[in-house]
């Protein structure tokens, strides 16, 4: 059974920068599309980025020119650089494959914009 873990993110002032981390127990991630998806409160979970195994990446509108997702195959991880940070960039977010989910959720890493 795969597991994620999420980490990197906290409480944040607007303008703040994060990274975050999703680290995986298998290799068999280097062959996924993987993604970033959150969950503010009272929300669906979203995609926010995605990268593919060939280093392609999209982004949705709401952070596209802030993020950027990135992977490290050789450490089984992908990582979410977030920058110039909102308050409605407040949410839990949560990595896993892409468009499918083909691993268990992990518990996600908070991120909380606030002055």
Do not use: H
Request: positive net charge; hydrophobic residues 30%.
């Amino acid at each position: 059974q795969v597991q994620l873990v999420e980490s990197g993110g906290g409480l944040v002032q607007p303008g703040g920068s994060l990274k975050l981390s999703c680290a995986t127990s298998t290799s068999i991630f280097s062959i996924y599309t993987m993604g970033w998806y959150r969950q503010a409160p009272g929300k669906q979970r979203e995609l926010i980025a995605a990268i593919t195994t060939s280093y392609t990446t999209n982004y949705a509108d709401s952070v596209k020119g802030r993020f950027t997702i990135s992977r490290d195959n050789a450490k089984n991880t992908i990582f979410l650089q977030m920058n110039s940070l909102k308050p409605e960039d407040t949410a839990v977010y949560y990595c896993n494959t892409y468009p499918n989910f083909y691993f268990d959720w992990g518990q996600g890493t908070q991120v909380t914009v606030s002055s």
